[in-house]
């Protein structure tokens, strides 16, 4: 059970703002990118990276007028680095 608290700093967003506050960084979730936003579960928000370790810099290339952009890390992520494949099944 991940009952992580969730960032009362955090605010889901339903396209993508002009304008990044001060502090606060644009991040998603690990779906791979879609638009509109919200497709296959697709999610963005603003937060202050300072709130959650688990967010790194993605280099994904969606969001390009931005500085820089975070997602939250996990394995599995579409941009993550692929897990070495050389499992006991794999042939
Ligand atoms: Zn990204």
Not at 22 to 49: C, D, M, Y
Request: charged letters at 20%; aromatic letters at 8%.
């Amino acid at each position: 059970m991940d009952k992580r608290p969730v960032p009362n700093t955090m605010k889901y967003l339903f396209h993508m703002p002009r304008k990044i506050p001060e502090g606060k960084v644009v991040v998603h979730n690990r779906v791979k990118p879609a638009s509109p936003i919200g497709t296959n579960g697709f999610r963005i928000w603003l937060q202050s990276p300072s709130d959650d370790p688990m967010l790194v810099v993605c280099n994904c290339g969606w969001a390009p007028h931005l500085k820089s952009h975070y997602r939250v890390f996990g394995v599995g992520a579409a941009t993550d680095p692929k897990p070495p494949s050389k499992s006991r099944w794999a042939r």
